[in-house]
DNA sequence: TATTGTTATACTCTATAACTATA
DNA sequence: TATAGTTATAGAGTATAACAATA
């Protein structure tokens, strides 16, 4: 391990920290969590879901979608309605706040992009989207997981 | 926003969330979290520490540093010592078994670097690393946050 | 019998406020 | 009076297991 890439990987890290950080903090200021807002984005892309489908989506267990979909119904954000077709199954839809919350946060992204990368040269742009994707690669070939702990103790 | 900024964010936040499940997972097969890891890191760096420091190095109230510091007691990672000269506090302290693992993470680390890095040529390197550190002035710059939310609804 | 979503339970991270022991 | 850390309380994300209603 050189010099260079444990600074790399301190970078790294600390981009990972500052994005998660300003990301949380924005996103509390309109009573969204980060969790609820990937449903809401699921939701945008999909209309009116399943909770299981969303469940599935975000990769997380029956339960927690409960739980995520009672905090958006909670804030205003989606309601539940009764599925045509099943009568188990209910169907998760924006309301108008939700819609618009999310349109909003179409243009915040561009704005955020404007901030990161706004005015970056072209060159220093491609470098650094294929350096961001080889490391991509190799973290997906390392079957996305850390080296295994070796035995600590 | 150009179309390959916009999918310079993507990786980005795609970095974001497969280091985030990484670092998480890994760090459960030995029975920690990433905030108890933290705490952990900073105890190897200052030795046996007050909590209310390790709450103000996490930037984290008192209360939540000690739940934190309940969790490494019970998984055996540090112990709560009388402090000698202040009846009032306590110093946390890392086991053998805290000192072991901290150790063994630092090899994790070498390896995990190994993964993300090892053989990328210098030039690329290079390039990778500067536009990471470009995007963090900028996010410094900023104030840390996303733009402000435009009110929605 | 299988699926959908719930209740029940539990653990983690986070916070504020009130309180105890000590300085 | 101020500080260190606790109990009390609360909200959010995560999970598994048991269960009801429906398919």
New binding site residues.
């Given amino acids: 391990m050189t010099q260079r890439q444990e600074l790399a990987l301190g970078r790294l890290l600390e981009l990972v920290v500052l994005l998660n950080q300003d990301m949380t903090q924005s996103l509390a200021t309109i ?8 449903v809401l984005w699921e939701l945008r892309q999909r209309g009116p879901t ?6 599935e989506a ?14 958006l119904v ?2 205003g954000f989606v309601t ?1 309605e009764p ?1 045509p ?8 839809t924006l309301t108008a706040h939700g819609e618009a919350t999310a349109g909003v946060m179409e243009t915040d992204q561009a704005q955020f992009v404007e901030i990161l990368f706004g005015g970056m040269g072209e060159a220093r742009l491609t470098c650094l989207f294929d350096g961001l994707e080889e490391i991509l690669a190799r973290l997906r070939q390392h079957g996305l997981r850390l080296p295994e702990p070796t035995e600590a103790s």
Same sequence: chains 1, 2.
């Fill in positions: 009573d969204l969590t980060t969790s609820r807002t990937t399943k909770q299981n489908v969303l469940a975000l990769k997380v267990s029956p339960r927690t979608m409960t739980g995520l979909i009672d905090g909670a804030t539940r599925h077709k099943d009568r188990r199954a209910t169907l998760v």
